[in-house]
């Protein structure tokens, strides 16, 4: 069966050594109806197992493991993240600007899981000026630096506006931030 990220990340959650139902929930940040899906297809595809247990003061408590199936499971991902992280770098410093971008459009969220798995974090992404491959980050689509709410912001209108030259592949889901619109020519 094909996982998709939140059933990894729940399943990230439990590797994590999270075992409670309320504890996956704030730490993978999902619905109650959500987590109660994505535990019931982990549970029946085998990949965890759950059982009860009694609180302190008499409460029931749901503690969820993962079987040795989810565990293999998620090494497995954990390898293919590693991997796929050794060869963003080497882009990276190959300055393949273009290539790493089509990794991203094909899987939108694998820097965020890379994050979420601790194979890589926000500090290495910046040092390697690599921000831009997170996903739900609003970029300047020329330097990549992150467009705030409240910084000004150009599109393609706006560059055509002042018939300048729009920069390759530039669409109008894109903006640019005021350096380098101001560095456009005509
Ligand atoms: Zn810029």
Redesign the pocket.
Known sequence: MELDTNDLKVMGAVKKGITTFGGIKNGVNLKKDELVKILDILDNSELIRSSSSTGLFGQKKLIIELTGKGDEKIEEYLEILRDKWREMIDLAIAGERAQLDQIITENPYMVNMMVFFGVTDLPTLSRLNLRFLLEGKHL?Y??K?ELKRFMQKFSVSDVRKFNFKLPRGMTTRDD??A??FNKLTR
């Open positions: 300047c020329k330097c630096k640019l931030c350096d380098c």
